[in-house]
């Protein structure tokens, strides 16, 4: 069967996506980055202008978008509302990170499911020419969540593991390289992604007022533990089970998540500095799917950023 052809892809960006729009359009001379005017009126909401509008007809057309906070979210959505309304051939969203993914459950009658409510905002983006939006997002806190999305949207769920994979085979001694996961959730999101390497699986276990780290499964001594998870916030759980790892034989600990949150700078707790270098992470891998955070981390040990731009390009092109 022929291959299909490949298509030239218009690519805009919000403000904060700039940097890896850029990098994105360096994979392929098939990705040409386009503008948006972003001001403001002044009352603060929003006074967009897309460049060059007529140039949409019947290209396909992608905007990269990045959910940060509350106060961006109105603005690109405005512009995904408009983009495949230019007579658009096909449209996707990059939303690398999906914020709300990990308020996904109803616990009891009042909690409001945050995940659910973002899902009906982006399923009432227009259908194009082409049909139906594709949507990508990495690494998605709950897999079950592509069926909040309505029938107009076409959930692409991409991951960030090959990228850690590609990079754990790097390093030195990678035949030394055991796996963890920080709780029973990590393992069923990723352990069929990894499962070349040994594994090992933390739990919290209640001990009267607290929750405590613990060892399920595996045996980390000896060996270079990489815990991985999708996404971190405060880091306090990663910190906890670094030091059961360490506590039982681990010679090295070192950590990946796609999405490294990090509210308050909270990123700060895991700079080496030079009186605990030595209980520090060796590494800590994310992408660049939280552009803030990848801004703030910059030439920070041990913190190296594993870009999301050549799976972006290669998801333009289905």
């Given at each position: 069967m022929e291959r299909p052809k490949k298509k030239t892809v218009m690519l805009f960006y919000c403000e904060e996506a700039d940097e890896l729009a850029r990098k994105?359009?360096?994979?392929?001379?098939?990705?040409?980055?386009?503008?948006?005017?972003?001001?403001?009126?002044?009352?603060?909401?929003?006074?967009?202008?897309?460049?060059?509008?007529?140039?949409?007809?019947?290209?396909?057309?992608?905007?990269?978008?990045?959910?940060?906070?509350?106060?961006?979210?109105?603005?690109?959505?405005?512009?995904?509302?408009?983009?495949?309304?230019?007579?658009?051939?096909?449209?996707?969203?990059?939303?690398?990170?999906?914020?709300?993914?990990?308020?996904?459950?109803?616990?009891?009658?009042?909690?409001?499911?945050?995940?659910?409510?973002?899902?009906?905002?982006?399923?009432?983006?227009p259908i194009s020419r082409g049909g139906p939006t594709s949507l990508v997002v990495y690494d998605i806190h709950a897999l079950q969540e592509r069926f909040y999305f309505n029938d107009t949207v076409l959930p692409l769920f991409e991951t960030g593991i090959p990228l850690l994979k590609q990079r754990l085979h790097q390093l030195p001694e990678s035949d030394k390289i055991i796996v963890a996961f920080p709780d029973d959730g990590a393992?069923?999101?990723?352990?069929?992604?990894?499962?070349?390497?040994?594994?090992?699986?933390?739990?919290?276990v209640r001990e009267g007022d607290k929750r405590i780290v613990r060892i399920k499964e595996g045996e980390p001594a000896g060996c270079h533990v990489v815990i991985v998870d999708d996404l971190v916030q405060s880091g306090g759980t990663l910190i906890e089970c670094q030091k059961v790892l360490a506590a039982h034989g681990a010679a090295k600990v070192s950590a990946y998540v796609t999405h490294g949150v990090f509210p308050k700078k909270s990123w700060e707790r895991f700079v080496h500095t030079s009186k605990d270098v030595e209980k520090a992470f060796t590494h800590f891998w994310i992408t660049d799917s939280c552009p803030v955070t990848v801004s703030a981390i910059v030439d920070k040990a041990p913190f190296e950023v594993l870009s999301l731009a050549g799976s972006i390009a290669n998801a333009l092109q289905i």
């Open positions: 994105v359009a360096t994979q392929s001379d098939l990705i040409q980055l386009q503008s948006i005017n972003w001001r403001s009126f002044d009352d603060g909401f929003p006074n967009l202008f897309i460049k060059n509008a007529h140039d949409i007809r019947g290209q396909h057309v992608a905007f990269l978008a990045s959910f940060s906070s509350t106060g961006v979210i109105f603005e690109q959505l405005s512009v995904i509302y408009a983009l495949p309304m230019l007579f658009a051939a096909s449209f996707t969203v990059v939303l690398p990170f999906f914020p709300t993914g990990s308020f996904e459950r109803i616990e009891e009658e009042g909690d409001v499911a945050t995940a659910f409510t973002l899902a009906r905002m982006l399923s009432n983006i393992w069923k999101r990723f352990h069929k992604l990894l499962d070349h390497f040994p594994m090992v699986i933390c739990n919290k």
